[in-house]
Structures are given as C-alpha cells and as structure tokens.
Antibody, heavy 121, light 107 residues
Framework: EVQLLESGGGLVQPGGSLRLSCAAS????????MSWFRQAPGKRLEWVSS?????????YYADSVRGRFTISRDNSKNTVYLHMNSLRADDTAVYFC?????????????WGQGTLVTVSS | DIQMTQSPSSLSASVGDTVTITCRAS??????LAWFQQKPGKAPKSLIY???NLQSGVPSRFSGGGSGTEFTLTISSLQPEDFATYYC?????????FGGGTKVEIK
C-alpha cells in the first residue's frame, strides 16, 4: 500500500524557517517524481514545488515561493523535504506531499494527509 | 500561467442524480488534465488523469471527457460518499494550477 506521511509543520514567526518531511513507503520511491501542494483556509489547492527523479536539475517552484523554499529528496531514506525560509503570513496553509505518476507529475496518484504550517507572531 | 476555471462553483443534487462539472483552461492543454476529490478536513484524492483515465480503485460512475480547453467530470448515479469538493488541475507545464473547485452538496 502506498503511504505518504508528512511531518514538520507547526507555528513559526514571520521570517522564520521550517523543514517539512514526507516519508514514503509502498512504492519505488527513487523512480517517482514528488510534489508539494498547499491549501490555505477556505482556499483552492495551490501547487508549491516538484522534484523529478534527479535533483537538483529537475526541481520546479511556484513564483510565490521561488528563492525562499527548496525541495530535495533523499532516496536512501525514501523521503522528500521542503525547506522553507523567510516565511510570511500568507504561507500559512496545510501542506500536502503527493506522488507523481512515474518520472513526472502526470496527474499524480497518491497524497499524504497534510501538515499544518502557521506563520504568526 | 494557464488559468483554470470551474463551473459551477457549487451545486445541489440528490442521491442517484447525474452531475456534470466543467473545467476550462485559458489555453490548450492537450490531454494534461486531472481531477481530484476533497472532503472537509481531508487530503485530496486523485480521481482521473489524462482527461479520462480513472485512477486505480475509483468507481466507474466517475468519468472524464473533453479536449483542448474544455473538460468535464461526470458523476453518474451520485452516491452519499460523493458529496465533496472537486478540483480540476492542468499539468501541461509548470506552474501546475487548479480550478477554484466545485462543491457538490446534498439537496
């Protein structure tokens, strides 16, 4: 069974940093692209970042996070990370990791349960 | 960036009804269109990829269609567990973008 388990969310002050982790199991992690999405309260889903099967060459970012967030993966630990710096109030959201279909997003096929990030003083 | 527009934003229907949700892209996206279901407080669930391909385990009452810039999600014989919010998403290129969602409520 494919499982994705996010962790690392919490309350952080504006300008602070957090690292989200997504531990994967039940599939060949090294052969799958991975993505992060987020959803602010009452808002639509928003894509944040994606990583292909080869980093750092295949990384992609939304304009709203480029230069502040970094996606990475550790295939030895079956884990994808989202390093978030210079956090702002509008980064407050539930963050979901999701598995791509094969080496790209391709519509995805499995999502984690999400982890809440709150940016507030 | 490609903008995705869904309609309606909400609808009321009864168990057994057939409902159709429309998603329009601001430019052609070939067949790079996916649909997701989300229930309150839960993670999204992948339903359809490539316009019309059902994800594993998704009931056949869900179907997707369309091409170019206009796409549809149809739910035939609506079941109680289908009441949720549905999102379309294009993956023609980055940035990936979602429609605003369609909330399917019980009449």
């Amino acid at each position: 069974e494919v499982q994705l388990l996010e962790s690392g969310g919490g309350l952080v002050q504006p300008g602070g940093s957090l690292r989200l982790s997504c531990a994967a199991s039940g599939f060949t992690f090294s052969s799958s692209a991975m993505s992060w999405f987020r959803q602010a309260p009452g808002k639509r889903l928003e894509w944040v970042s994606s990583v292909g099967i080869n980093t750092p060459t295949n990384t992609y970012y939304a304009d709203s996070v480029r230069g502040r967030f970094t996606i990475s993966r550790d295939n030895s630990k079956n884990t994808v990370y989202l390093h978030m710096n210079s956090l702002r109030a509008d980064d407050t959201a539930v963050y979901f990791c999701a598995k791509g279909r094969g080496s790209g997003w391709n519509g995805g096929d499995c999502w984690g349960q999400g982890t809440l990030v709150t940016v507030s003083s | 960036d490609i903008q995705m527009t869904q309609s309606p934003s909400s609808l009321s229907a009864s168990v057994g009804d057939t409902v159709t949700i429309t998603c329009r892209a601001s430019q052609g996206i070939s067949n790079y269109l996916a649909w997701f279901q989300q229930k309150p407080g839960k993670a999204p669930k992948s339903l359809i990829y490539g316009v019309s391909n059902l994800q594993s385990g998704v009931p056949s009452r869900f179907s997707g269609g369309g091409s170019g810039t206009e796409f549809t999600l149809t739910i035939s014989s609506l079941q109680p567990e289908d009441f949720a919010t549905y999102y379309c998403q294009h993956y023609n290129d980055y940035p990936l973008t979602f429609g605003g969602g369609t909330k399917v409520e019980i009449k």
